[in-house]
């Protein structure tokens, strides 16, 4: 039992690069926290000179784009799991949310997120349901239910997606 903590510690502390395929300014969790098979929990700093930055609101991140963070948080979650077991996690897709709210219009700049990701399904096929919070400070900014899409041939799936 001490080496599998030992392994979950190990896996929490790696880079995010070395967990999820994001990468320059699509990147935007800053840690994984914790994980379990089937919760995570990170965090994501709001960079008030980002791509994203509302000039209008001070440097703020938009609250639409919390929908990006949990997917980001998932994605990290499905890899980690997979790179826990000897695997590596395969590409995925964001098929679409369920009642997506933002509880605020944007997340102030500078602000320290945390994003907590539940699953909720785990299908055989790769189709994955999760409940997910963007919270700040203690307080909750946005919440939804996010279903993901792991095809087995990603590559296939994608070009079948782009010629129809």
């Not at 008030?48 to 990290?76: C, F, K, N, R």
């Amino acid at each position: 039992m001490t080496t599998s903590l030992t392994t979950v510690e190990q896996l929490v502390r790696q880079p995010i690069e070395a967990i999820i395929p994001h990468r320059g300014s699509m990147l935007l969790i800053d840690a994984v926290d914790a994980f379990d098979e089937t919760t995570l929990s990170a965090h994501a700093s709001v960079d008030p000179h980002a791509w994203y930055a509302d000039a209008d609101a001070d440097g703020a991140m938009p609250a639409w784009i919390g929908i990006e963070l949990m997917a980001q948080a998932i994605a990290a979650h499905i890899a980690l799991l997979a790179i826990r077991n000897g695997g590596h996690a395969r590409h995925g897709v964001l098929l679409g949310s369920r009642s997506y709210q933002a509880l605020q219009p944007v997340f102030g700049s500078g602000a320290r997120l945390s994003v907590h990701v539940s699953e909720l399904l785990r299908g055989g096929e790769g189709h994955s349901a999760y409940e997910c919070t963007i919270d700040a400070g203690g307080v909750r900014c946005a919440e939804a239910v996010i279903k993901v899409y792991q095809p087995p041939d990603f590559q296939s799936f994608i070009e079948g997606s782009i010629s129809s």
